[in-house]
C-alpha cells in the first residue's frame, strides 16, 4: 500500500481521522441529510463535506456540478491516496484497474428518480442523468476521470463486506501478477432508503452503538470512503515509494445460515479468518490487533465474538480487539476499506484504537477489549468485514520493515 | 487471458422465449424479435417495448427452498439458470461432497422489484416500511439465495456493472479456478424488470427496441474427458471515458483478439439490441464480418445486465451442437465498456 485516503465523520483525510481514532473520539450526529423524524432511531455518521471542490480539477465543470453525495466521497478519498502515494504520469499511460466496493452506490440519485417519476411522471428533466449516474460504475468511472487513469473499472457490490473484498481481490491482481498497479476501496453515503431499511430491521440503535459492550442495542450508520492505491513490492521499491503497510492476505467465506443473521457460532468469519491468515502464511500468535466488524447489534457481535475466540484459542486473551464502528457507524460497503486504513494507521503509528463507549464487555469477549486509547507494538492487523447475504471477508495487514 | 484446460461444463438461460437454454436458442434461429408488449405507465408520454419472462412451465425442485418463499423473480431466474446449467446430477453432488464451486453474479440494476416497492413505502411512513422487503433490495441478496440453495460456502462475489461485465466477470472465474481458490465457477448475470427500470431503459432507446429480461447462467469445470467448449481468450474491458468513447472501446477489444478476423467457421454473436445509437458501434467495427452472426439482444430484448451473459450462452450453445468451431462474443455494454472473447471447441 502505498497511498491511503479516507473520508469519515470524523472529518476529511488522513491525519484528523488518525487523531480521532487514536482517541477514541465519537462523530456521531442527528441527521441533517433527509427526514428521519419518524425513525425509530435518528443518529449516524454523517460527512460535513466541504463547500470548495478543491479536488475536482480534472473533471470537466459539467460534471462537477452533477455529483452526488456518494461520489463526491469516494473522489475525495481518491485524490488523498493518489498525492500520498506520488503516482502521475507513469500509472496514467498504464491501464491501473479500480476496484471499488459500495452496498448502495448513488441511492441517493436513484431516489431523486423514483420521487420524480412518481410526482410527475411525465417529466423526463434530469431524470437520464439521475439514471446516468445512479449505476455503481458511474462512480468509478469518475474516480478515474479524475486522476486521468483507463483501465477496467469493476464494482463489487457484496452488501458489508464489499470494501474489504475489493482490496482482497485488487491484491490477489498484483500477488498473481496480472497487474503491478491497482487502486481499490470501498465507499458509501447516508441515504434514506438505506436508513429507513436498517431501521425498519430494528437494526439501529436508539441510544448510542455500543460494540461488544453487555447491553449493546444496535448499529448507526455512517458514511464515507476509504481508497487504498496498491503496487506491488518490487516497483515501489524500484520507484522509492513510502510504503505504507502491506496486505498479506485476503479471505472469503460465504455464510449462508439466513439473509441477514449470522450463524451463531460465526462458522464463515472464522472461515475467512482463517482464510485469509493461510494466504498471509500466519496464525494468531503473529496477529497483534482485529479491527472487528463489530457493529453493535446484540447477534452479529456474539458471534463474531465467538469466531474470534474459536480462531485465536488460548490466545485470545492477547489479541487487542476492537470495533471502529462505535466512533464513525457502519459504512456499509466503505466499511472494509475504511477499517483496512484505520488497521495501516495503527500499523504506522503502533497505537489502538479504542471503542470508549463501551462500558461493561460481554462476557463472550474473551480478548482484550480496547476501551481506552494506548500505544502498542502491532506487526499485524486482521480486520472483519461481514455482510448481508453472509459476505464474510478478512485482510491481514503487515507493516512494512525494510531488512538492511 | 488463455484459460488452459478449463472449459464450460454448462449453461443456462431464462429469456422471454422461456425457461431454459432450449427455448433461447429455438428464438435465436428464428432470427425475428420476439413480439414484444408496449407499456405505459399513466401520466408518460409514450409506450416502452417490453418482453418479459413469460411464466414458468410448471415447479422446480428447487423453488420451495424456504430462501426463496418471498425472493424476487431476478432470484429466480439466477437460479433457474444456475440450476440449468448444473443440472440435477451435479446439484445432488455438490451437496454431498467437498467440491467448492465459487459463484460471481452481475447486474445491472439489480433486485428494483423490491427497492421500488420498499422506497415507497418508505415515502409514505418509514415507521411501517417492510423489514421482509428491504434485505432483498441488496445486491448479493440474489447471489446469496442461489448459494444457499445449492449449499455452497465457497467464496461468492455480486459485480455491478452493465452487460459487459458478463465477461470480466468470467475471467474472474477463471482466476478463482487457477488459484486454487474454487474447484469450479458458476457466473450468472441477470435482471428483472418493473416501470423503474423500463422507463429509465426508455430514456436511452429510440423507441423501435425492446427491453427484456431474465438470467444467463455458465459454469466453470476442469475439462473432463467429453469435448465442451473452452474459453480461448477474455480481452481486457475498455472502460468508457472521455478519451475513449464506446466504438474506441470495441475497436480496442476486437483488436485484443487473438483471431478477430472474418471466417465463416466463426459465429461472431454481438450485442446489438435495436437501438440504433448502440447497434453502430458493433456495425461499424465488425464491418468486415461476413462470417455467421448471431445478435440476442435483437431476438429478446436488451436484458441489460444479463445482454452480456445471454450472449456468453448462445456462443457456447452453437458451439456445443456442432454449430460451429468457434464463436466471438463481442460486448459494447449500455454505459461503462466494452469486452470482447472467444469460445472454441476441440
Known amino acids: ?404 | 487471458m488463455s484459460c488452459g484446460r478449463i472449459c464450460i461444463a454448462g449453461t443456462g438461460a431464462v429469456t422471454a422465449a422461456g425457461w431454459g437454454v432450449e427455448a433461447f436458442a429455438a428464438a435465436l434461429r428464428t432470427g425475428r424479435p420476439l413480439e414484444p408488449q408496449p407499456k405505459r405507465r399513466r401520466g408518460t408520454p409514450r409506450s416502452i417495448n417490453t418482453l418479459s419472462v413469460p411464466e414458468p412451465p410448471g415447479s422446480f425442485a428447487w423453488s420451495r427452498h424456504p430462501r426463496l418463499r418471498r425472493a424476487s423473480p431476478l432470484t429466480r431466474y439466477a437460479m433457474a439458470a444456475a440450476a440449468e446449467a448444473l443440472g440435477p446430477q451435479r446439484i445432488a453432488r455438490l451437496r454431498e461432497s467437498p467440491f467448492r464451486l465459487g459463484i460471481i453474479m452481475t447486474m445491472l440494476g439489480g433486485g428494483v422489484v423490491y427497492s421500488g416497492r420498499f422506497f415507497g413505502e418508505v415515502l409514505k411512513d418509514p415507521s411501517l416500511a417492510s423489514p421482509i422487503l428491504f434485505p432483498e433490495t441488496v445486491y448479493n441478496a440474489h447471489a446469496s439465495h442461489v448459494a444457499a440453495v445449492l449449499e455452497s460456502r465457497a467464496p461468492c462475489c455480486t459485480v455491478v456493472g452493465d452487460s459487459a461485465q458478463f465477461l470480466p466477470a468470467l475471467e474472474m472465474g477463471l482466476d478463482w479456478m487457477l488459484d486454487g481458490r474454487v474447484d469450479g465457477a458458476l457466473v450468472v448475470g441477470g435482471e428483472e424488470l418493473d416501470w423503474l427500470s423500463t422507463e429509465a431503459w426508455g430514456l436511452f432507446s429510440d423507441g423501435f427496441a425492446a427491453v427484456g429480461e431474465g438470467a444467463g447462467a455458465v459454469l466453470l469445470e476442469w475439462e473432463a474427458s467429453s469435448p465442451a467448449p473452452r474459453i480461448e481468450q477474455i480481452t481486457t474491458a475498455e472502460t468508457y471515458g472521455p478519451d475513449c468513447p464506446p466504438r474506441l472501446a470495441l475497436e480496442r477489444v476486437r483488436s485484443a483478439l487473438e483471431t478477430g478476423q472474418s471466417d465463416p467457421e466463426t459465429l461472431l454473436v454481438d450485442s446489438r439490441c435495436g437501438v440504433s445509437r448502440r447497434d453502430a458501434i458493433e456495425d461499424a467495427v465488425w464491418a468486415d464480418w461476413s462470417g455467421p452472426r448471431l445478435s440476442p439482444a435483437r431476438v429478446v430484448g436488451d436484458t441489460l445486465g444479463a445482454a452480456g451473459a445471454l450472449q456468453a450462452v448462445a456462443a457456447a450453445h452453437w458451439i456445443g451442437t456442432g454449430c460451429c468451431a468457434r464463436a466471438i462474443v463481442s460486448c459494447a455494454g449500455q454505459s461503462q465498456q466494452a469486452a470482447a472473447a472467444e469460445f472454441a471447441i476441440g
Open chain 1, 1 to 404: 500500500m502505498t497511498g491511503a485516503g479516507i473520508v469519515t465523520s470524523l472529518g476529511l483525510g488522513w491525519d484528523c481521522n488518525e487523531t480521532g481514532f487514536r482517541d477514541g473520539r465519537v462523530a456521531l450526529r442527528e441527521i441533517r441529510g433527509f427526514d428521519v423524524a419518524r425513525q425509530r432511531a435518528k443518529t449516524g455518521g454523517e460527512v460535513d463535506l466541504p463547500d470548495a471542490r478543491f479536488w475536482l480539477g480534472r473533471l470537466e465543470l459539467r460534471r462537477q456540478a452533477r455529483l452526488d453525495r456518494a461520489t463526491t466521497l469516494l473522489l475525495i478519498a481518491g485524490a488523498e491516496a493518489w498525492e500520498q502515494a506520488g503516482w502521475g504520469e507513469a500509472e496514467r499511460s498504464a491501464a491501473v484497474p479500480v476496484i471499488l466496493g459500495s452496498s448502495a452506490g448513488a441511492m441517493n440519485r436513484g431516489e431523486d428518480y423514483y420521487k420524480q417519476a412518481v410526482a410527475q411522471p411525465g417529466n423526463r428533466l434530469g431524470q437520464a442523468t439521475r439514471v446516468e449516474n445512479y449505476q455503481a460504475h458511474a462512480q468509478g468511472r469518475a474516480l478515474a476521470d479524475l486522476l486521468g487513469i483507463r483501465g477496467p473499472v469493476t464494482m463489487v457490490s457484496n452488501a458489508c463486506s464489499s470494501g474489504a473484498d475489493a482490496i482482497g481481490l485488487a491484491a490477489n491482481l498484483v500477488r498473481a501478477g496480472a497487474v503491478e498497479t491497482v487502486l481499490c476501496g470501498g465507499y458509501d453515503a447516508l441515504c434514506q432508503l438505506v436508513f429507513a431499511g436498517f431501521d425498519s430491521l430494528q437494526a439501529l440503535s436508539p441510544t448510542q452503538p455500543r460494540p461488544f459492550d453487555v447491553s449493546r442495542d444496535g448499529l448507526a450508520l455512517g458514511e464515507g470512503a476509504g481508497v487504498l492505491l496498491l503496487e506491488s513490492l518490487e516497483r515501489a521499491r524500484r520507484r522509492e515509494a513510502v510504503i505504507l503497510g502491506l496486505v498479506q492476505g485476503y479471505g472469503a467465506a460465504l455464510d449462508r445460515h439466513h439473509l441477514t443473521q449470522p450463524h451463531p457460532q460465526g462458522d464463515a468469519a472464522l472461515e475467512a479468518m482463517e482464510a485469509a491468515c493461510r494466504q498471509a502464511g500466519v496464525g494468531p500468535d503473529d496477529i497483534d490487533y482485529i479491527n472487528a466488524h463489530g457493529t453493535g447489534t446484540p447477534l452479529n457481535d456474539a458471534a463474531e465474538a465467538r469466531a474470534i475466540v474459536r480462531w485465536a484459542g488460548p490466545r485470545a486473551a492477547q489479541i487487542a480487539v476492537s470495533s471502529t464502528k462505535a466512533s464513525i457507524g457502519h459504512l456499509l460497503g466503505a466499511a472494509g476499506a475504511v477499517e483496512a486504513i484505520v488497521g495501516l494507521m495503527s500499523l504506522r503509528g503502533q497505537w489502538l484504537p479504542p471503542a470508549t463507549v463501551v462500558r461493561v464487555p460481554d462476557p463472550l469477549c474473551e480478548f482484550d477489549l480496547v476501551r481506552e486509547p494506548r500505544r502498542a507494538r502491532i506487526r499485524r492487523v486482521l480486520t472483519n468485514s461481514f455482510g448481508f447475504g453472509g459476505a464474510n471477508a478478512s485482510l491481514v495487514l503487515g507493516r512494512f520493515e525494510e531488512r538492511p
